[in-house]
């Protein structure tokens, strides 16, 4: 009777104990999901940014931080004059979430794109108010400046070598260049009126490269060092449905870009180009995982180990290729479903790729496993001080490919789900907590175990 009466009150105890865990994980604002895999090879997270919507344009800082505009609108091609500035919110990969969050000021519309210059300052072109701005985070500041052209939708932003921030102008068919030491603009023209250059990315020699996103067009541009526009085709016969998004330059120097509509990314050996010609260009088709969702291939990037990354919004998907031009895509699920993977996929210098889920309101990262990373560990960058922060929200999937297919034919088979066998239980607890919380959900979680131990044992 008295061993009854022990496990009774244990069982009590028990309950009450795990509900007051249950209590205190909703108090931090903590969203537990189990974890599944679809075979080896990389797990991918998302989080919700504390506040603002529609997750657009990545870049990142010296120390590592990622900063994610969020306009709060999705251009159609335009946003509503109604619409309110943008936000820009910076998260911190190590595991420290979201320390600053920072709203446009009056009078400002909303940041697509972003890039940082060398004295850390972030650059942004607002198509909605024809207009680049820059936020100056060791002061707090922001500053902008009209572009010449009116109308002309300024859209994706790089910095060259020399310090100069370059933007397309997607409704003014030109790319632009802004001088920050004395705030002048130089417009250069594409020789189509409607071009409308939407990505822009510079290589190691300083040429600036962009894409003309008319599939009337469906070009590569580039203005050399030296001032001189040149274009390359990327097919001789029908341009259907190619529309040339994003672009980057992977590590050998040569120009990769997304197509669109074209469910394809495509290559120019610089070595081979020709202008006026598709010399040295190569498209790489996959096969879609949705039959009935249609295609757009959006986000671009490039890790360090020879893989060109890419996302396809409307299939919710991103996957690899390897930049040599030979063997199979990897396509990998979103962690979250219908998420609209769009136009921030970025790889940062530890080969983590991150991209927003725009429809999710969510940042997404996917880490490679056996991949070689960088050391020291990256520590967190002192900023200037934003407006408060809400609390951090996870949701956990570690995926691996879930399709590899061959260039141009498929390949494989889709991979097999299982579950982890072993998966860092507390991290999606204690994970991007302050030291306080993480120590009291900690001892709240050995009191648990201490129960569960003294339970056993009384029966």
């Known amino acids: ?40 090879g990389l797990s991918s997270t998302d989080y919700y940014p504390p506040s603002g919507s529609d997750p657009w344009g990545t870049t990142f800082d010296s120390n590592g931080n990622v900063w994610l505009a969020m306009p709060g609108c999705d251009p159609t091609p335009m946003c509503s004059s109604s619409t309110p500035p943008g936000k820009i919110a910076v998260f911190n990969p190590s595991g420290l979430g979201w320390p600053n969050n920072y709203t446009l000021p009056s ?42 052209t009116a109308s002309s939708g300024p859209w994706g932003i790089a910095i060259d070598h020399n310090g100069m921030i370059w933007f397309t102008e997607h409704y003014g068919n030109k790319i632009g260049r802004f001088d920050p030491s004395n705030h002048t603009f130089i417009e250069i023209p594409t020789p189509a009126s409607n071009s409308l250059p939407y990505g822009i990315t510079v290589d190691n020699s300083n040429n600036v490269w962009f894409t003309e996103n008319n599939s009337a067009v469906a070009l590569i541009g580039e203005y050399t060092s030296g001032g001189q526009l040149q ?5 001789t016969g029908s341009t259907s449905n190619l529309t040339p998004h994003l672009i980057t ?28 010609t598709n010399s040295g260009v190569t498209e790489y088709t996959y096969q879609t995982t949705c039959s009935s969702c249609g295609s757009h291939t959006s986000g671009i990037g490039v890790d360090g180990s020879g893989q060109i990354w890419f996302d396809d919004s409307l299939q919710s998907i991103f996957g690899s290729f390897p930049d040599s031009g030979s063997g199979s895509f990897a396509i990998y699920a979103t962690p979250t479903a219908n998420s609209h993977p769009h136009d921030g996929m970025n790889v ?60 141009r034919r498929a390949m494989g088979k889709a991979g097999v789900g299982m579950p982890i066998a072993r998966v ?8 991007g907590r302050s030291p306080t919380e993480a120590a009291s959900t900690m001892r709240c979680l050995d009191l648990l175990l201490a129960m569960l131990k003294s339970s056993s044992v009384a029966r």
């Open 348 to 407: 940062d210098s530890q080969n983590r790729i991150f991209f927003d889920e725009e429809f999710a309101n969510k940042l997404a990262e996917a880490v490679q496993s056996g991949v070689p990373t960088p050391s020291p560990a990256v520590t967190p960058s002192p900023t200037a001080s934003s407006t408060p922060q809400g609390r951090r929200w996870r949701r956990i999937r570690s995926s691996g490919p879930i399709r590899r297919i061959g260039a």
């Open 107 to 148: 009078g400002y519309a909303q940041a697509l794109f972003l890039a940082i210059d060398s004295q850390g300052n972030v650059w942004f072109p607002m198509p909605m108010d024809n207009a680049i701005g820059m936020f100056n985070p060791s002061n707090n500041t922001f500053q902008q400046w009209t572009v010449p």
């Open 424 to 431: 860092p239980l507390l991290s999606p607890v204690t994970r």
């Open 231 to 235: 274009e390359y085709k990327i097919r």
């Open 249 to 276: 330059v992977d590590p050998n120097g040569n120009i990769w870009w997304s197509e669109g509509w074209s469910t394809a990314i495509g290559e120019l050996v610089v070595s081979k180009a020709s202008s006026g």
């Open 1 to 40: 009777m008295a061993n009854r009466s022990k496990v009774l009150l244990s069982l009590v105890a028990l309950v009450t104990l795990v509900a007051s865990v249950a209590f205190l994980f909703g108090g931090f604002g903590v969203s537990l999901h189990p974890m599944f895999t679809h075979g080896a």
